[in-house]
């Protein structure tokens, strides 16, 4: 009897493999179906269908004669709507493993890129430098996250000079002084992000100017101050504590403040590079500081490791996770314009308050006019404070009626550094503290150790005597070109180049005052210790001043704010793990897709069928 072989191509769960099915000439399609049901013991399907090898579908009632289905012919068993080549077999597990996968993969891209892309860090600080005769503004920057508390500060573009004089000198007008702010406070605006306005601090520091104002006339340096911090708080940055962060600084400050300045710039602290400006050699434990501004003067250093410094004189501070211990005092009356005021007066008296005055200090031929008040208003010269500092005071005649003194110029270096000393300077007082060590009017002082660096009036002077072009000064140099200016006609000098002309006349005095300070006064040998003053304005686009030594030191207060991400480690780790997830999903659904596709495939070109 005839027979024909019936591949089952059916999906799982149905009857699967190969059925040998013996057939008659008159049975039908519907009967080859019945008798294969029964072999395989299964009911019949109505979806159930038969296909020859080339595909036709033999239908319930033709005879399979009619389609030639003879006997050893093959056909296939399979249902009716599913694919029928191995080309069909896309199914719905491609589907998800496609879809997982692009879940995942875009997901961890997108959980990664949020994670490794901080916030900027970046804070900023506002400091006013509000000296006697000018204001300046700096603007500084650092990274939020410090080293042990402390910022690594960096000057952020060039200082901005306010409108008019030093705030002292709006003792008159005191609105005026809040009002000289706003000029450099707008610069601020612009320069920092707006985004960091409330978490930038702003601090005024007045200095000797101030002091000297506070001395004179309370009232007037208390409206000066109460109107610089009113203008301040109209901006949008961080002024919660005016009193505090707008005031008068002390000298100890002032003085600590520019120690740290020249200890950060050249790299001693460890913490900034030092600048390829400064030599190598400079490299060691601390810097000397040497500042002087337009009403006082300031020296600041560690002294030797074998000196105790008395509680008065000793400043302590930790910077950057160290502990510093260092000597500073600051000379009140003794910057440029009051020491030169008091000089003025020391003449006066000595010509008896003469209307013509020879000033041996000035070059031959230039005549200066110059008021009573500007001389005898000021604390430097008369009154307590005077005595205080100076052991005395130079007080006009109660029955003196001129208001203006001619100053004739006389280009007398020898007289002039005589009287100058005497006005000045007491080297003969003692100091009460053990050793018997100081500088002039019996003030403490350890012997200078190490390096120093000048600025503000000191390095000025150097550099209108031509002197700063190399790394340092010649003692000899020094007197040279201070004798040889000293010795010239006012026709002479009115032709030197300088940015202030006001200071003409008066170069040959600083050069001979700044001489007597340094050598007489802090005892700079002029063979050996003095060879470690470098005279700077700025270092790597760094000005030197307390400003910058401020916001270093004040930069331990400020709260830090450290590099964060937008996505917290825990967050981005369980959002790792569940786009993890997704592609092994992935995997899970291609392996199947895979395997049902091989089975289809199987099916439809099995051993069986393809031997036939």
């Known amino acids: 009897m005839a027979s024909v072989r019936v591949v089952s191509i059916l999906p799982e769960g149905e009857p699967q493999g190969t059925f040998d099915i013996q057939i008659t000439p008159t049975m039908t399609g519907q009967d080859l179906l ?7 013991n299964v009911p019949l399907n109505p979806e159930y269908i038969l296909q020859t090898d080339d595909g ?46 692009l879940i995942g993969a875009a997901g961890m891209v997108a959980i990664l890129f949020i994670y490794l892309r901080t916030s900027d860090n970046t804070q900023y600080g506002i400091v006013f430098d509000a000296g006697s005769s000018h204001t300046s503004m700096f603007v500084y920057k650092w990274d939020g996250d410090k080293v042990n508390k402390t910022a690594v500060a960096a000057q952020d573009g060039p200082k901005c000079n306010t409108v008019g004089g030093g705030i002292s000198s709006f003792a008159n007008n005191a609105s005026e002084a809040g009002e000289s702010l706003v000029k450099c406070l707008e610069k601020a605006k612009s320069q920092i992000p707006s985004d960091k306005y409330k978490d930038t601090p702003v ?35 961080t002024f919660t504590k005016p009193e505090k962060q707008a005031r008068i600084l002390t000298g100890l400050e002032e003085g600590s403040f520019s120690w740290i300045t020249s200890n950060y710039i050249t790299g001693a602290f460890h913490e900034h590079p030092p600048s390829d400006g400064i030599s190598q050699d400079l490299i060691v434990s601390s810097v000397g500081a040497l500042d002087m501004g337009g009403a006082s003067t300031q020296i600041s250093f560690v002294p030797n490791a074998t000196v105790s410094v ?29 020491a030169t005021k008091r000089y003025q007066a020391a003449l006066l008296k000595a010509a008896n308050f003469s209307v013509n005055v020879s000033n041996p200090c000035s070059p031959k031929g230039k005549i200066l006019n110059i008021s009573r008040d500007e001389i005898f208003s000021s604390a430097c010269v008369s009154g307590s404070d005077a005595e205080e500092l100076f052991g005395f005071s130079i007080e006009p005649p109660q029955d003196l009626t001129e208001d203006t003194f001619f100053f004739n110029g006389e280009s007398n270096a020898t007289e002039c550094e005589a009287v100058l000393s005497a006005a ?78 006001p200071n003409l006349p008066w170069y040959c005095f600083q050069s001979l005052y700044i001489n007597t300070l340094l050598v ?3 005892k700079f040998d002029p063979n050996s210790t003095w060879r470690s003053i470098h005279f700077v304005e700025s270092i790597s686009g760094t000005d030197a001043g307390w400003t910058l030594g401020f916001i270093i030191n004040e930069s331990n207060q400020l709260k830090g704010e450290a590099s964060s991400s937008d996505l917290t480690t825990v967050t981005f780790a369980l959002l790792a793990v569940l786009f993890c997830a997704f592609i092994l999903m992935a995997v899970y659904f291609a392996y ?18 393809g031997a036939i």
């Open 34 to 40: 019945r008798r294969l049901c029964r072999d395989a």
């Open 56 to 101: 036709n579908v033999v239908g319930p009632d033709t005879l399979l004669t009619v389609l030639n289905v003879q006997d050893g012919k093959t056909l296939r068993w399979d249902m009716t709507d599913r694919p029928h080549t191995a080309g069909g077999c896309w199914n719905s597990y491609w589907f998800m493993a496609v879809l997982s996968v």
């Open 203 to 237: 601090y005024l520091g007045a200095t000797a100017g101030m002091r000297l104002l506070e001395k004179e006339d309370k009232n007037a340096s208390d409206a000066v101050m109460a109107a610089v911090r009113a203008a301040i708080a109209r901006y949008p940055f």
């Open 310 to 338: 008395p509680y008065d004189f000793r400043f302590n501070m930790s910077l950057y996770g160290t502990n510093y211990s260092l000597y500073t005092h600051s000379f009140l009356c003794y910057g440029v314009n009051e």
């Open 424 to 501: 000045l300077f007491n080297f003969t007082e003692t100091s009460p503290y053990p050793g018997n060590s100081c500088s002039f009017n019996g003030v403490y002082q350890p012997p200078v150790f190490g390096d120093f660096y000048a600025f503000s009036s000191f390095f000025y002077l150097m550099e209108f005597l031509n002197l700063t072009t190399g790394a340092l000064i010649n003692y000899t140099d020094f007197t040279a070109a201070s004798q040889d200016l000293c010795a010239k006609t006012w026709d002479e000098v009115k032709t030197m180049k300088t940015d202030v002309k």
């Open 520 to 522: 007489e006064g802090y």
């Open 592 to 609: 199947h897709a895979r395997r049902h596709r091989r089975s289809a495939t199987r099916r439809l070109y099995g051993k069986s069928y």
